[in-house]
């Protein structure tokens, strides 16, 4: 079956610092879609990329998709505090389901 | 606008006992919902799926049922609760296309004792 990895499992950055976080499917993927995670809270839809190669911002995050679209990743330019939280990646398959990566906890220290 | 309504927020029962978790969905129609469980610290691992009245996928085996009776009400039930039942479950539902995001409830904490 298909199956999402997804590292670092935990980051610690100082504030101002980048981060980013990695996405690998075991198979082609129809589309990867980002979620945030604040600690105690659900998770919220970020973003979705549809299209190989794909590149989307929105102000300091840029997510990217594989031209092979088989992996994606999150980037965060000089992070702040209220980044903090779990980020996770999840691929759909042209199915009713997506699977969900094993996210990525970010820590921000002021 | 779609609302998602997910209760009871926080829930403490005793090994054995019975579980049933109510999901409602407003100002949508034909949702797909899913039930998904999060362990402490861990990533989200989804127990249940369906795209239709009546209609439900299972992706794990375990003492755990759902069920779908009105188009917008999802419930998740088990008839003795086990110990590795504990988690935080999360209620979520999306549109019929298979690109659409997933808007998830705010989640019930279970913890079993």
């Known amino acids: 079956g298909q199956q999402v990895m997804q590292i670092p499992q935990y980051q610690h950055v100082q504030e101002g610092e980048d981060f980013t976080t990695y996405c690998n499917s075991s198979?082609?993927?129809?589309?990867i879609q980002w979620y945030k995670q604040r600690p105690g809270g659900h998770p919220v839809f970020l973003i979705q990329l549809v299209k190989s190669g794909e590149v989307k911002k929105q102000k300091r995050l840029t997510f990217q998709f594989g031209e092979a679209k088989k992996n994606s990743s999150l980037h965060i330019t000089a992070t702040q505090t209220t980044d903090v939280g779990t980020y996770f990646c999840a691929g759909g398959y042209n199915t009713d389901k997506l699977i969900f990566g094993t996210g990525t906890r970010l820590q921000v220290f002021p | 606008s779609q609302t998602i309504h997910q209760w009871p927020a926080t829930l403490v029962q005793p090994v054995g006992s019975p579980l049933s978790l109510e999901c409602t969905v407003e100002?949508?129609?034909?949702?797909?919902l899913y039930w998904y469980r999060q362990a402490a610290g861990r990533g989200l691992q989804l127990l249940f799926y369906?795209?239709?009245?009546?209609?439900i996928s299972s992706e794990v085996p375990q003492n755990l049922s759902a069920s779908r009776p009105q188009d917008r009400q999802f419930i998740l039930s088990s008839k003795k609760l086990l110990l590795s039942d504990s988690g935080f479950y999360l209620c979520?539902?999306?549109?019929?296309?298979?690109?659409?995001?997933?808007?998830f409830g705010n989640g019930t904490r279970l913890t079993v004792t």
């Open positions: 100002g949508t129609s034909n949702p797909n």
């Open positions: 369906s795209v239709g009245i009546g209609q």
């Open positions: 198979t082609t993927l129809s589309n």
């Open positions: 979520a539902w999306k549109r019929e296309n298979y690109n659409s995001p997933l808007h």
